[in-house]
């Protein structure tokens, strides 16, 4: 079985999503600095073009996450592959997602990143899938809600390729 990508969103489209983001946050974070909390390796691509929209200082960190072996998802419970490089206490930090899909990654990290006492927390994604959603989690920025299909592009990835694609594809399988 082969596979084949359908362009779904268009690169202007999604470009022009991320300089709306941009302005939101700009104008959101007036006088203030924003630390952006890219998560590895899906979030790399969308965190990079949307801080090259926004007007405030940017700070820019990077952590990498993986799901505990298949007993434990259900619970949440994620590894820190790579932490941190800086400490966020007191910081204005939105963390920056490709996809938010059951909301498992994002419900767990986002508890553990509150207790390392930042100023305050947003979470700012890409990409929604709603009717996937097991875990509760408060989304301040979205680029798009989108149905329940698997997409590549813009950082995702299919058995990690596809992830340079400079748009958002769905994932259509083939004899
Ligand atoms: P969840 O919200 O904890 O279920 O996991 C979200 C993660 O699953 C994302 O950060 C992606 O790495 C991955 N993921 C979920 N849906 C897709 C998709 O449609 N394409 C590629 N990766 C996906
Ligand atoms: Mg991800």
């Not at 990654?105 to 986002?110: A, E, I, K, V």
């Amino acid at each position: 079985m082969s596979e084949h990508i359908r362009e779904y969103l268009a690169e202007d489209v999604v470009d022009a999503k991320i300089c709306e983001i941009g302005a939101k946050i700009s104008a959101d974070y007036a006088g203030k600095q924003v630390h952006l909390v890219s998560v590895l390796k899906g979030g790399a691509f969308f965190t990079c073009e949307l801080a090259k929209r926004i007007t405030v200082p940017v700070s820019i960190d990077f952590m990498s996450v993986s799901s505990y072996g298949k007993d434990t998802k259900s619970s949440g419970v994620v590894k820190i592959v790579k932490d941190l490089d800086e400490s966020i206490k007191g910081k204005d930090v939105i963390v920056v997602e490709d996809i938010v899909d059951s909301g498992r990654t994002l419900s767990y990290l986002l508890a553990m990143l509150q207790d390392r006492g930042p100023k305050s927390l947003r979470l700012c994604t890409l990409l929604d899938k709603p009717d996937r959603r097991v875990v509760d989690v408060k989304v301040d920025y979205t680029g798009f809600q989108i149905p329940d299909e698997f997409v590549v592009g813009y950082g995702l990835d299919y058995d990690q390729k596809y992830r340079n694609l400079p748009y958002i594809g769905i994932v259509e399988f083939e004899e």
